[in-house]
T-cell receptor, first 113, second 117 residues
Framework: KNQVEQSPQSLIILEGKNCTLQCNYTVSPFSNLRWYKQDTGRGPVSLTIMTFSENTKSNRRYTATLDADTKQSSLHITASQLSDSASYICVVKRNNYGQNFVFGPGTRLSVLP | ETGVTQSPTHLIKTRGQQVTLRCSSQSGHNTVSWYQQALGQGPQFIFQYYREEENGRGNFPPRFSGLQFPNYSSELNVNALELDDSALYLC????????????????FGPGTRLTVT
């Protein structure tokens, strides 16, 4: 069954600290993996897109990793800010010519002052 | 902001009624996807439209239908509303790459919050 799992379900950290969110997937055939940030009541905003051949990708304070062999990805947030408080959703696309996106349930991150 | 707009922002309907949600895609984008997001869960793919034709569908019953217009804006119609249809409905637009092309980015709208009572 094509599934995306994320952990932890929720996370609370202090401002300035780092954190790592995990994503495991059983989706195949794999095309690419995306991380989105979703503020409460808003639409998701893309952080990174990673293809099969990419192991690490950075976008400002966000660094995503992908291990296609173990079907695992992580999103590392450095020097967290209050504005990082949001849900972070891992999404796997099944093929490169189509529309089949499988969304994870998200990790709810709260950054406290 | 992504340039994708949705209307209305919020909507309250009664079980059994019909609803139409609207989405204006980002300029130049020819593909629109619709998602249903229940509270505390990730979005679930409903269907996608590419150049006015349905281009794939998730596990949603036929009472969920859609349209894409020549200007690439889109509608999601839901008939015979059920309580479980209460959710945030998201649309995402993209410029679809050809086969073998780079992965295309999706830009989400702010969503329509539908409550069915």
């Amino acid at each position: 069954k094509n599934q995306v799992e994320q952990s932890p379900q929720s996370l609370i950290i202090l401002e300035g600290k780092n954190c790592t969110l995990q994503c495991n997937y059983t989706v195949s055939p794999f095309s690419n993996l995306r991380w989105y940030k979703q503020d409460t009541g808003r639409g998701p905003v893309s952080l990174t897109i990673m293809t099969f051949s990419e192991n690490t990708k950075s976008n400002r304070r966000y660094t995503a990793t992908l291990d296609a062999d173990t079907k695992q990805s992580s999103l590392h947030i450095t020097a967290s800010q209050l504005s990082d408080s949001a849900s972070y959703i891992c999404v796997v696309k099944r093929n490169n010519y189509g529309q089949n996106f499988v969304f994870g349930p998200g990790t709810r991150l709260s950054v406290l002052p | 902001e992504t340039g994708v707009t949705q209307s209305p922002t919020h909507l309250i309907k009664t079980r059994g009624q019909q609803v139409t949600l609207r989405c204006s895609s980002q300029s130049g984008h020819n593909t629109v996807s619709w998602y249903q997001q229940a509270l505390g869960q990730g979005p679930q793919f409903i269907f996608q439209y590419y150049r006015e034709e349905e281009n794939g569908r998730g596990n949603f019953p036929p009472r969920f239908s859609g349209l894409q217009f020549p200007n690439y804006s889109s509608e999601l119609n839901v008939n015979a509303l059920e309580l479980d249809d209460s959710a945030l409905y998201l649309c995402a637009s993209s410029l679809r790459a050809g086969k073998g092309g780079s992965p295309y980015e999706q830009y989400f709208g702010p969503g329509t919050r539908l409550t069915v009572t």
